[in-house]
């Protein structure tokens, strides 16, 4: 690596409020890579089985905790929030017993919407207690915002999704604290915009850097492919534009979501994009593109905390670009295979010092 540095910034170690630690044998590398870059990170529920309830996310939080000591054996600040996966069954005594137990959020996957979505919610109607007990009690709503009937066009799900699922819980449940995961189009950053302060969103990198040009042009890049999927450039600069304008109501959520490569280069590939390897690096690397590279603090490290209530991290990281750049790996061990990271065997200029 050629270490001359262009540019140099301090910030608060961020937090990543939408995470893929997958589960068990996977374990080991999401965790690595996770807890050198970010303070804090939701771990999502979607895995398999998923995290239903309380003991669910106990076990799996201990599962966590067990790979963070095979790398650090004194005590780490690292700190996994833990979820639960909302279904057709969930009880509201499931959803109280969670919060005393210190469950921060809710996710809503309608069924079928993305990976391991197959036990999510069919209809919203069914969670009406689960919803009502939520806002009582100051719990967060995560949602996935996108319809899955064949009807709608997949770029057009997102839009479709705020129409049907999402403004009818806000009307129902106007003081219910809502995140509206990943957003990926420019009616999507609107809404937001429009809403009243419970009312937040998770920007991902890969949608601040990518449009579908980079899935679809030239050939069907499977590494590319991800769930809310790559949208116009119209909708990744209306994105970038939110992202770095200082509203607190867009922060970083990175949806890091690893699959082994020969689940992705397949007849039916998975959907998701790794990115925990070089997460913030891709953020400082989308900020510095529009010259905002000193709004990246308040998204990565304050906006989150704020929202969900929680202190701000008082550790600080030191991100570098370098004038030449260095080569990300081309493929990371990944159980007993290996996934390509995005960037993999490319060069990117900022690093963690």
Request: aromatic share 10%; charged share 35%; hydrophobic share 35%.
């Given at each position: 690596m050629n270490c001359k540095v262009e540019k140099e910034i301090e910030i608060l170690l961020p937090d990543d409020f939408h995470h893929h630690f997958r589960d068990n044998k996977y374990l080991d590398t999401t965790v690595f890579y996770a807890m050198q870059r970010f303070g804090r990170c939701i771990a999502m529920p979607n895995t398999v089985p998923p995290i239903r309830n309380k003991n669910d996310?106990?076990?799996?939080?201990?599962?966590?905790?067990?790979?963070?000591?095979?790398?650090?054996?004194?005590?780490?600040?690292?700190?996994?929030?833990?979820?639960?996966?909302?279904?057709?069954?969930?009880?509201e005594e499931e959803i109280l017993e969670a919060k005393n137990y210190g469950i921060l959020a809710c996710k809503l996957y309608p069924a079928g919407a993305t990976t391991n979505s197959n036990f999510g919610v069919t209809d919203i109607k069914n969670i009406d207690l689960v919803l009502k007990t939520m806002e009582r009690i100051g719990m967060i709503l995560l949602v996935h915002c996108e319809v899955t009937d064949s009807k709608y066009d997949i770029f057009d799900r997102?839009?479709?999704?705020?129409?049907?699922?999402?403004?009818?819980?806000i009307n129902k449940y106007p003081n219910l604290k809502i995140v509206m995961e990943h957003i990926t189009t420019k009616e999507g950053v609107e809404f937001v915009k429009n809403c009243n302060d419970k009312v937040a969103a998770t920007i991902t990198a890969h949608h601040l850097l990518y449009n579908r040009n980079d899935l679809l042009v030239g050939g069907i890049k499977p590494h590319m492919y991800c769930l809310p999927i790559l949208k116009s450039e119209i909708d990744r600069k209306s994105l970038l534009d939110a992202a770095t304008s200082g509203n607190k109501k867009f922060f970083l959520g990175t949806d890091s979501a690893p699959h082994s490569i020969e689940n992705k280069e397949c007849a039916c590939g998975c959907a998701g994009i790794f990115t925990g390897h070089i997460a913030i690096e891709l953020y400082a690397e989308a900020f510095d593109n529009v010259g905002k590279i000193d709004m990246l603090e308040n998204f990565s490290s304050r906006f989150g905390a704020n929202f969900y209530g929680l202190p701000l991290n008082k550790k600080k990281i030191k991100l570098k670009k370098l004038v030449t750049g260095y080569k990300v790996e081309e493929k990371i061990k990944f159980g007993e295979s290996f996934l390509k990271p995005l960037r993999g065997g490319e060069i990117i200029k900022w690093f963690i010092e």
């Open positions: 996310a106990e076990n799996y939080l201990s599962r966590i905790r067990e790979s963070i000591k095979r790398f650090i054996k004194k005590e780490n600040k690292f700190e996994p929030l833990m979820t639960l996966y909302l279904t057709d069954v969930t009880t997102e839009k479709y999704g705020i129409e049907i699922m999402l403004k009818p819980i």
